[in-house]
């Protein structure tokens, strides 16, 4: 397996969850405004939407943070990362998933959009607060997962990891360019 990730991105998070699960995996970085990974091939080649993460596996090309990390965290099934498809239990895994991917994402990649004023960043900064409270509210019975309380052996989760990523960036890291 093969991770492509950039320093700083969104990417990190499925970087973090290979690196726990501890499999055997190459990471190469990529310069997405070059369009070249630091081995010098054409990255579009690879990932034609140009963005990180992307997974290669298995002769495919994984693209989506949460497809990778669901991905990666069911084939470490002995750990225990996710709840077993088709339960309740892991569709809210994915509706954090999805939400922090999509909804949260999008909000942020405004906030660095190049050219943007400081009107639009301001209501950008307004967005990303309003989602990021939804995710804080979900926290506040004291659980300790966004999904529910912890399991016995559980030490992280992916979803966990996912809204790590982005807590990071709401306290001062810098998404390159989203
Ligand atoms: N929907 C994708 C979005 C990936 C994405 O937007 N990645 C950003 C970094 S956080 C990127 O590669 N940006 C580079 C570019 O747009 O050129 C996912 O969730 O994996």
Known sequence: MKLYIKP?????????VLTEIGGDFA????????????????????????????????????????????FVGDRAANLNLAPKAGTLARARVNEVLNFTGTELHIAFGSLFSQGATEAQKDAARAAVAGKLDW??????D?????????????????GRVWRGSWRG?????????C
């Open 27 to 70: 990471v190469e970085m990529v310069d997405t405004d070059k369009g070249l990974t630091a081995g010098g091939a054409n990255y579009r080649a690879i990932n034609p939407k140009g963005k990180v993460p992307a997974l290669e596996v298995e002769g495919e090309v994984l693209t989506e943070g949460p497809a990778i990390l669901q």
């Open 142 to 158: 004291g659980r300790a997962f966004l999904t529910g309380p912890i399991s016995p052996g559980f030490r992280w989760s992916t």
């Open 169 to 177: 960036l709401r306290h001062g890291q810098r998404c390159r360019r």
């Open 8 to 16: 700083g991105a969104c990417s990190m998070a499925s970087h973090i």
């Open 135 to 140: 995710l804080e509210a979900k926290l506040a």
